[in-house]
């Protein structure tokens, strides 16, 4: 298995960005979830890492009935549950890895068009 996605972090608290930590505290402390995360910036930072915590957080079983959270310890995602464990896998079927390289053509856009539409299979929301 290659380096980085063993040792991948697999909770806010794990990122190596306070900064970003941080953002994404205060972001779940609050009652509404926003509707998009855009991650940029050069390869290594973590950004791949950030977005499969966010769908954790956002998918986590622990949290179903939650909308926000009190405190940080709260926040974290179980990383037990079916989503938690399909998401750290890749397996799971209602979040979507985006590479903005690899899709930039017409026809790329509009598979993801169509992909969006659908409903979530098993988990809570689509990301």
Known sequence: MVFYRKYRPQKISELDSEA???SLYSTFSKKDTP???LFSG?????KTSAARI???VINCEKHKDKKSFKDEKEVEPCNKCLQCESITLGTN???FEIDGASNRGIDEIRDLKEKINLLPSKASKKI
């Open 93 to 95: 079927l209602d979040v």
């Open 20 to 22: 970003v930590r941080n």
């Open 35 to 37: 509707h998009a995360f």
């Open 42 to 46: 050069p390869k290594g930072l973590g």
């Open 54 to 56: 966010i769908a954790k």
